[in-house]
């Protein structure tokens, strides 16, 4: 077994051991944690073992290996600890919060992107801590109107039920879904109506991820209306094939478009380290032209021969990534222009 796979095991193991445990723990011995779902739980531990074997794999890259460290390194680093600080809190909050890198391609994509996203993040911050027993309600002694929320088996904030704030806690799943939903409907809309992505789309990364989501929101919305209006009619069922629909989904995570969105946080390494590699540039050996990070050319030179490829020079002056773009070009006519007038002569 390679060591690679052996340290993508050990991790998997690792995380899904403590999560087991973040589960008994917080549900106090499993007391408050509801048998009927135990099919989520097991299928949330899988994907946890999943994504984290497949992460562990992508960080052992020589590249990504090498921008994770160099990121890490650079965040912490005193002299820009602070400004990392300022740069992360406005990247997290335009990029993750506002999804402005979407919205910069259209306003439908933006739209749909961001109604996806925070449904998606409402719904999870809602069930799995539901699901594992680390959150639950309780009634207050003596006073029936009101309900009461336990988090890891500590008491916390009492709340009226026939208020605005309780119909919000009781019904935040119904919003998350009609946010997924919209953005759902209106990135089929773009599927359907714009060529390029109609083209370039395919069932398995484009189209599977957002009948998934469409089929989690759309029962779980039947099973409100069920227990709410049809006094529980077709309840039985519809409990089963959403379940069906969430545990597929958990179990597709870490093999399909979903993984980017574990992959997506490890690019605030890559801004922190663009943002302090323009403090030194690397100057083209020959034309002198700035044209990379001083940095980011050292870092690639290790890269390739910790890969196995040599690009030094043949006079062993120099090496070919510290040649500009530009220069590179007219090395390469230079070079095929020599070739034909020594073939030429020859001839």
């Given at each position: ?57 992508w ?84 006073d029936?109107?009101?309900?009461k ?18 119909h ?65 009619y ?85 090496h ?25 002569v020859?001839?």
């Open positions: 077994m390679q060591k690679e796979v052996k340290k993508s095991l050990l991790n998997s193991i690792i995380v899904t051991l403590l999560l087991g445990l973040s589960i008994w723990l917080g549900s106090r011995n499993l007391r408050h944690f509801d048998a009927a779902l135990v099919g989520y739980t097991f299928a949330t531990l899988f994907a946890a073992f999943a994504i984290t074997y497949r992460y562990t794999m960080l052992q890259r020589p590249p990504t290996e090498l921008y994770w460290q160099r990121g890490w390194q650079l965040m912490f680093t005193s002299k820009y600890f602070p400004s990392n600080v300022k740069f992360l809190i406005g990247r997290i909050i335009t990029i993750i919060g506002g999804n402005s890198f979407i919205w910069k391609r259209s306003k439908e994509r933006g739209l749909a992107h961001w109604l996806i996203m925070w449904g998606c993040i409402l719904a999870a911050a809602i069930t799995f801590p539901l699901v594992f027993g680390w959150l639950y309600f309780i009634v207050p002694d003596g029936l109107t009101s309900y929320i336990v988090a890891f088996g500590f008491p916390t904030l009492a709340f009226k039920i026939e208020t605005t704030l309780g919000l806690i009781f019904h935040g799943l119904v919003v998350a879904s009609f946010l997924v939903i919209l953005g759902v409907m209106l990135a089929f809309r773009r599927r359907m109506r714009d060529r390029d992505a109609a083209v370039l789309q395919s069932f398995s990364e484009d189209i599977m991820p957002l009948f998934l989501l469409f089929s989690i929101s759309i029962t779980g919305l039947f099973l409100t209306v069920s227990y709410t209006w049809l006094k529980g077709g309840y039985s069922f519809l409990s089963i094939f959403h379940a069906i629909t969430v545990i597929f989904t958990l179990i597709s995570l870490p093999f399909g478009k979903f993984f980017h969105i574990f992959m997506r946080p490890a690019q605030f390494g890559v801004a922190i380290y663009k943002k302090i590699g323009k403090e030194k540039m690397a100057k083209c050996d020959r034309c002198e032209t700035e044209y990379a990070s001083e940095m980011h050319v050292n870092d690639l030179i290790k890269v390739q021969k910790k890969l196995g490829y040599a690009y030094e020079l043949n006079d062993g002056t120099g070919y990534q510290r040649i500009c773009p530009r220069c590179r070009r007219l090395l390469l006519g230079l070079s095929q222009g020599k070739l034909w007038h020594m073939k030429s020859k001839d």
